[in-house]
């Protein structure tokens, strides 16, 4: 795992922008797995900035969310569809054509998460994969002790994380149980994964991911096993780390090319 600590969620931000251009302007076709969420809010800025300055073009990019809740249509201004037109691909010159979220109001759920599935595949896997992570450990949609060969299916928030997100919605019944999401076997696929996340409520769940047993009682500890990882903190996150020197000790190392 790559671990990138900065002082600040906004210092984050831009190392983790600098990693989604490399990437964009290292393919001819581009392919992301995005994250909805608080935690990318700030990223999205920075790669709106970059496209704004005429420093960073998307016209060749697909892009696969991650997650959506159940029963939300997209024009629903809590649903992950309007997260991120409104914060990103309005304000991109992304081709709508090229950008999928799961369908979180389809008729056939099952049906529309085989499709998902396929649609990635199709496009030839996810390039990099942004994820957060939930104070419980889930990335994606995927609670504690859920299958590590998981794919993209309809599944059952945690009450915790009903809770962590119903600072979205009006009121605590209103956030919808069910979802549906990239499975963790999914997530594994990607060719990169980058997994973003701030201040002290994650700390644990980051130390169980990084330095704990892989275990699906931590869902992100999976990435453990990932070639290709790079997790980008602010100090708050990474307190609990007991390798915390180690990791700022090897970003202050690294070769020019192995920086973004
Ligand atoms: C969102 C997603 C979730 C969030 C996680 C953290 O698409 O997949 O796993 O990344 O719940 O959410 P925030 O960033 O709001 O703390």
Same mark, same amino acid.
């Given at each position: 795992m790559?671990i990138l600590?900065?002082?600040? /969620?906004?210092?984050?931000?831009?190392?983790?922008?600098?990693?989604?251009?490399?990437?964009?302007?290292?393919?001819?076709? /581009?392919?992301?797995?995005?994250?909805?969420?608080?935690?990318?809010?700030?990223?999205?800025?920075?790669?709106?900035?970059?496209?704004?300055?005429?420093?960073?073009?998307?016209?060749?990019?697909?892009?696969?969310?991650?997650?959506?809740?159940?029963? #939300?249509?997209?024009?629903?201004?809590?649903?992950?569809?309007?997260?991120?037109?409104?914060?990103?691909?309005?304000?991109?010159?992304?081709?709508?054509?090229?950008?999928?979220?799961?369908?979180?109001?389809?008729?056939?759920?099952?049906?529309?998460?085989?499709?998902?599935?396929?649609?990635?595949?199709?496009?030839?896997?996810?390039?990099?994969?942004? #994820?957060?992570?939930?104070?419980?450990?889930?990335?994606?949609?995927?609670?504690?002790?859920?299958?590590?060969?998981?794919?993209?299916?309809?599944?059952?928030?945690?009450?915790?994380?009903?809770?962590?997100?119903?600072?979205?919605?009006?009121?605590?019944?209103?956030?919808? @149980?069910?979802?549906?999401?990239?499975?963790?076997?999914?997530?594994?696929?990607? @060719?990169?994964?980058?997994?973003?996340?701030?201040?002290?409520?994650?700390?644990?769940?980051?130390?169980?991911?990084?330095?704990?047993?892989?275990?699906?009682?931590? /869902?992100?500890?999976?990435?453990?096993?990932?070639?290709?990882?790079?997790i980008?903190?602010?100090?708050?996150?990474?307190? #609990?780390?007991?390798?915390?020197?180690?990791y700022?000790?090897?970003?202050?190392?690294?070769?020019?090319?192995?920086?973004?």
């Amino acid at each position: 795992m790559e671990i990138l600590i900065h002082d600040s /969620p906004e210092a984050g931000a831009k190392v983790a922008a600098r990693v989604v251009r490399k990437i964009i302007q290292t393919k001819v076709n /581009p392919v992301l797995g995005l994250a909805t969420g608080g935690t990318p809010l700030r990223m999205y800025k920075e790669l709106i900035k970059m496209n704004h300055a005429g420093e960073l073009s998307l016209q060749n990019c697909t892009t696969f969310n991650l997650d959506e809740y159940g029963g #939300l249509p997209p024009e629903d201004k809590r649903s992950y569809h309007y997260y991120m037109m409104s914060n990103l691909f309005d304000k991109i010159d992304i081709n709508k054509d090229n950008v999928h979220l799961p369908q979180g109001n389809a008729n056939d759920l099952r049906e529309a998460c085989r499709e998902y599935e396929k649609q990635i595949k199709d496009a030839g896997g996810i390039d990099l994969q942004v #994820l957060g992570i939930g104070a419980n450990g889930h990335i994606g949609f995927n609670e504690p002790t859920g299958s590590f060969a998981s794919r993209t299916w309809v599944k059952i928030l945690s009450e915790q994380t009903i809770q962590d997100n119903s600072i979205y919605f009006d009121k605590l019944e209103e956030v919808p @149980r069910h979802v549906v999401t990239m499975g963790i076997a999914t997530i594994m696929e990607s @060719r990169h994964c980058m997994l973003l996340a701030n201040g002290a409520k994650k700390a644990d769940a980051i130390r169980r991911m990084i330095e704990g047993p892989v275990s699906a009682s931590c /869902p992100a500890s999976i990435l453990q096993m990932h070639q290709r990882v790079t997790i980008v903190l602010d100090d708050e996150a990474s307190y #609990l780390l007991t390798f915390k020197d180690h990791y700022k000790w090897v970003e202050k190392n690294k070769l020019d090319w192995q920086l973004y």
